[in-house]
């Protein structure tokens, strides 16, 4: 298996332009995870789906941040518009997880994306 | 309220040595999970291990064993005869009911050759 795949890898946009992060999880996995990591706060999960409905998006910071999973082998994060302070490592991890409320086993994450807000 | 503590910020060790990583938390809650996770220094993170509040049972893998204690609120994390791959940064999580996870500030290790 090819593993969790996240692209692009590295972003540089400028302040006020849309930006969209892409993952593909791991075949047979019904769980997705989004996580943002900045020096400042830290790891933060942002957003998880399970059977591509989402299920708690508590952690997204504020309106312009939004995630869709479409389909079970594809999901987007969406910034619009961007900030300087949205500059992180964004990762997303998947896991086969048992049920909606129950989704943590194993997770695999993406190798991240690094994303710098001009 | 809901809180992660990694007292140690950074540890140094000399390799073969034995390193305890703790991780102390706070909730009201009676079901939560717990987890760690290594972030190597090329920055990719990796699950190590996920435990529910019910299970107290410590847990071995390999070099790697995780203490787990309710009555101290604590789930350290042990790695016997340290190896310099293990030099990374080591996150703890909290997740009680409602999903939202409680990181820990993280402890970055140092495994000197």
């Known amino acids: 298996d090819a593993g969790v795949i996240q692209s692009p890898r590295h972003e540089v946009t400028e302040m006020g332009q849309e930006v969209t992060l892409r993952c593909k999880p791991i075949?047979?996995?019904?769980?997705l995870f989004w996580y943002r990591q900045t020096m400042m706060r830290g790891l933060e999960l942002l957003i998880y789906?399970?059977?591509?409905?989402?299920?708690?998006d508590s952690g997204m910071p504020e309106d312009r941040f939004s995630a869709k999973m479409p389909n079970a082998s594809f999901s987007t994060l969406k910034i619009q518009p961007s900030e300087p302070r949205d500059s992180a490592v964004y990762f997303c991890?998947?896991?086969?997880?048992?049920?909606?409320?129950?989704?943590?086993?194993?997770?695999?994450f993406g190798p991240g994306t690094r994303l710098t807000v001009l | 309220a809901q809180k992660v503590t990694q007292a140690q910020t950074e540890i140094s060790v000399v390799e073969k040595e034995d390193v305890t990583l703790d991780c102390v938390y706070e909730?009201?809650?009676?079901?939560?999970?717990l987890f760690w996770y290594k972030q190597p220094p090329s920055g990719e993170l990796v699950f190590l291990i996920r435990?529910?509040?019910?299970?107290?049972q410590n847990e071995i893998s390999g070099r790697y064993s995780w203490n787990f204690q309710k009555s101290t609120s604590s789930f350290n994390f042990t790695i016997t005869a340290s190896q310099v791959v293990d030099s990374a940064v080591y996150f703890c999580a909290l997740i009680p009911p409602g999903n939202q996870f409680y990181f820990g500030t993280g402890t970055s290790l140092t495994v000197i050759p």
């Open positions: 075949s047979g996995h019904n769980s």
């Open positions: 435990r529910n509040s019910f299970d107290e």
């Open positions: 991890a998947s896991s086969l997880g048992l049920t909606p409320g129950q989704p943590y086993n194993e997770q695999f």
């Open positions: 909730t009201r809650d009676t079901t939560y999970y």
């Open positions: 789906f399970n059977n591509n409905v989402p299920i708690d």
